[in-house]
C-alpha cells in the first residue's frame, strides 16, 4: 500500500510504482495517488485531489473530507493486511497511518520523509516510534536521523530520475524576445492566491518588453473552471486597461489622456497541462509557487522567482513555527538565495515584474544559470526510485521471514 497526499508524490510515487513491477510485475499496489499512480499500475482506493491542500486554514475547511478519507485508508489497512505500507510525503496524514499500522504488524518505509529540519521537530518522536525505515532524499538530512537512531538510507532526490533536461524538446515559437513560465501551482488554494498576480505581473513586463511571451503550466488536478474563469479575463477581451476615457490608442502604444498601456492581450497566454518538462526547457525565466517545481526549475538550470501568498493566519503561524530562512528547496541546499523568494505582502505584481525584468538581463541570468549547474551533484545520483524499490523488497522479505 503507498500513500501519496500531493501531486509531487504522485509523481514520485508513479515512478516508485514502475520500479516495483520492473522489480516483481505481480505486485499488487493499491492507496491513495493521483492520475500519474493509477497509470503506472497502482489501485486508487482514493484520489489526491481529495486531500491537496496547504496551510492551517485551508486544511481545517476539508477536515471532514480529510477525517473521512483516513477512516477509510484505515479499514483499508486492516482489511488488506499488506506486505508493506509506503508513505510519501503530507506527514501530517501519513504519520498517523503510520501509528495505525504499528499495532497491525504492518512494516512502514517513509519515503520523501517530513521535513523536520525545518519544523515540527517534534515529528522525529513519532518517526523513530512507528515507522521502520526512512528513505532520505536530502543528504543533510542524514545526520539529524543519525543522531536519532532512526533506520535511515539516503536514497538520493528522485526528480534527478524524472527527465533529462537535454533531450526535451522546447516550446519555441521563433519571433519571442523571451519566454517566461508562470507555475502557479497545484493545489486550488494556490490558484485562487497566485493566478491573477502573475497574470497582472506577465501585463506589466509585456509593457516593458513587447516581445515577451508567457507560457502557463496548469496542474492536472486542479479545479479547471476556477483555473479557466481567471485565464480568460486575460486572454479572451483582447485589451486589458485601465483606461477611464474611449482612447483609440491600441498595442502597448500610450494613451495621451491617462498615461496608461493597451496592451492586446488575445492569447497572450499558452496553457500546457501535466507535465512541466518541456516549459522549464524552453523558458528564460520562471515564475513559480514555492514547492518541489522550483526545485525542478532549478535541475533544469532556469533562474525563477519564487512567490507564495496564503491566509495571513497561516503565514503569521508559519513563520511562528517554521524553523529556516528561505522557503526554496535550492535556496535551503545552497544555504542562500540563489533564487529571489517574493512572498506574502512582496508577492505583488510590480514587484514580481521588476524582479523578472532585472534577471531578464544576459549578465545576471547567465551567473544564476552557472550557479544553478552544481545542484546535481548536491543532491546525489540518478536512481532513487529503484534504490527504494529494492529496499522496499528487502523489508518484505524480512518482514515475511519474521512471520
Known amino acids: 500500500m503507498i500513500i501519496a497526499g500531493e501531486p509531487s508524490g504522485d509523481l514520485h510515487g508513479a515512478n516508485l510504482v514502475k520500479a516495483l513491477k520492473q522489480r516483481a510485475p505481480k505486485t499488487e499496489i493499491l492507496g491513495i495517488g493521483g492520475d500519474t499512480m493509477a497509470r503506472a499500475g497502482m489501485k486508487l482506493l482514493f484520489h489526491i485531489r481529495d486531500l491537496s491542500v496547504m496551510g492551517v486554514t485551508e486544511v481545517l475547511l476539508k477536515m471532514q473530507t480529510i477525517a473521512r478519507v483516513f477512516r477509510g485508508m484505515k479499514d483499508q489497512l486492516a482489511r488488506c493486511s499488506p506486505d508493506l505500507l509506503i508513505l510519501i510525503d503530507y506527514p501530517g496524514f501519513n504519520l498517523k497511518m503510520a501509528a495505525a499500522a504499528r499495532p497491525m504488524g504492518i512494516p512502514v518505509l517513509y519515503y520523501i520523509s517530513p521535513k523536520v529540519w525545518a519544523w515540527k521537530m517534534s515529528r522525529l518522536k513519532k518517526i ?35 527527465h533529462d533536461p537535454g533531450l526535451l524538446p522546447a516550446l519555441k515559437s521563433g519571433d519571442e524576445v523571451f519566454t517566461i513560465a508562470l507555475l502557479p501551482g497545484s493545489r486550488n488554494s494556490e490558484i485562487d492566491a497566485l493566478l491573477e498576480i502573475l497574470l497582472n505581473a506577465s501585463l506589466k513586463i509585456k509593457q516593458r518588453i513587447p516581445g515577451v511571451r508567457f507560457l502557463i503550466s496548469c496542474a492536472t488536478n486542479v479545479d479547471m473552471d476556477r483555473f479557466n474563469s481567471i485565464l480568460n479575463h486575460y486572454n479572451s477581451h483582447g485589451q486589458i486597461s485601465h483606461c477611464s476615457l474611449a482612447c483609440p490608442q491600441q498595442n502597448l502604444k500610450t494613451c495621451p489622456g491617462c498615461r496608461n498601456f493597451h496592451i492586446n492581450t488575445k492569447d497572450l497566454f499558452q496553457v500546457f497541462h501535466g507535465n512541466v518538462s518541456a516549459i522549464l526547457s524552453s523558458a528564460h525565466v520562471v515564475i513559480a509557487a514555492s514547492g518541489t517545481v522550483s526545485l525542478e526549475a532549478a535541475l533544469f538550470r532556469v533562474p525563477t522567482i519564487i512567490v507564495y501568498k496564503m491566509s495571513w493566519m497561516s503565514y503569521f503561524l508559519a513563520r511562528l513555527f ?67 524499490a529494492a529496499l522496499a523488497f528487502d523489508m518484505v522479505k524480512q518482514h515475511c521471514n519474521c512471520k
Not at 523513530?128 to 538520493?156: C, M, Q
Open 322 to 388: 517554521v524553523k529556516i530562512e528561505y522557503v526554496g528547496l535550492a535556496n535551503i541546499i545552497f544555504g542562500q538565495q540563489v533564487m529571489p523568494e517574493l512572498l506574502q505582502g512582496d508577492a505583488t505584481p510590480e514587484k514580481i515584474s521588476e524582479k523578472v525584468i532585472s534577471i531578464l538581463n544576459d549578465s545576471v541570468r547567465g551567473a544564476m544559470e552557472k550557479r544553478l549547474e552544481m545542484l546535481p551533484a548536491l543532491l546525489g545520483g540518478k536512481g532513487a526510485s529503484q534504490r527504494v
Open 128 to 162: 523513530k516510534k512507528y515507522v521502520d525505515h526512512v528513505a532520505l532524499i536530502f543528504p543533510f538530512e542524514a545526520p539529524l536521523y543519525r543522531k536519532w537512531k532512526i533506520p535511515h538510507t539516503f536514497v538520493g532526490h528522485p526528480l534527478l530520475d524524472c
